[in-house]
């Protein structure tokens, strides 16, 4: 089989008759309850609110705002960082954004993309980091990022004179 023909069976073999719905959970040692937002355009009266399944709550209320992710990327001077962009988020962002300045931790940040045929089974990316923010008027702005792994232990032990005598000549 080629390339062409595995990629048509491929794109054959794909329902396309679901639309995906993306969605962003925020969370913060300082706020309650995470913030959860599904993209789109926000409708008073009509479309202001999904409720999708999430782990530990089945009806888990997500807020219709537009938001936009930019991918890393590599240019010629280095690699670019991830961002996360959420218009008109004044009203929902800006007492928890308010709050996490004191903490100096940055936000957790659940990305997850729902298929409407099958929601109970959404694409989910963890451990995201949400740091620098910069809120104006109209958005909050915001670098993505993993957690750096290079300043975790492994494996989950400190190495001390204790408990690894050896690495310290004794």
Same mark, same amino acid.
């Given at each position: ?13 794909? *329902? @396309?008759?679901?639309?995906? !719905? ?15 937002? @599904?993209?789109?355009?926000? #409708? &008073?009266?009509? %479309?202001?609110?999904?409720? !999708? ?10 807020? #219709? #705002?537009?938001? =936009? ?14 961002? /996360?962009? +959420? *218009?008109? @988020?004044?009203?929902? /962002? ?6 996490? @300045? ?8 659940? %990305?997850?993309?729902?298929?409407? &045929? ?13 740091? &620098? +923010? &910069? #809120?104006?008027?109209? =958005?909050?702005?915001? *670098?993505? =990022? ?21 690495? %310290?000549?004794?």
């Amino acid at each position: 089989m080629t390339i062409s023909a595995a990629l048509a069976e491929a794109y054959a073999a794909n *329902d @396309v008759s679901a639309d995906l !719905l993306f969605t962003i959970e925020l969370n913060h040692i300082t706020i309650e309850a995470p913030l959860r937002f @599904v993209q789109g355009r926000h #409708v &008073k009266g009509v %479309y202001e609110s999904v409720t !999708l399944p999430v782990p530990g709550d089945p009806a888990a209320v997500f807020t #219709v #705002v537009d938001f =936009s992710c930019q991918l890393p990327g590599q240019e010629e001077g280095g690699t670019t960082q991830a961002r /996360l962009r +959420v *218009d008109n @988020v004044s009203r929902y /962002l800006h007492e928890a954004l308010r709050a996490a @300045v004191s903490a100096d931790q940055p936000y957790d940040l659940i %990305y997850r993309e729902y298929s409407t &045929k099958d929601p109970n089974h959404p694409e989910i990316y963890t451990g995201l980091r949400l740091g &620098k +923010v &910069k #809120v104006s008027a109209l =958005s909050a702005t915001g *670098d993505l =990022s993993y957690e750096e792994i290079e300043m975790r232990n492994f494996p989950t032990r400190t190495y001390d004179l204790v408990t690894y005598p050896a690495l %310290y000549g004794q």
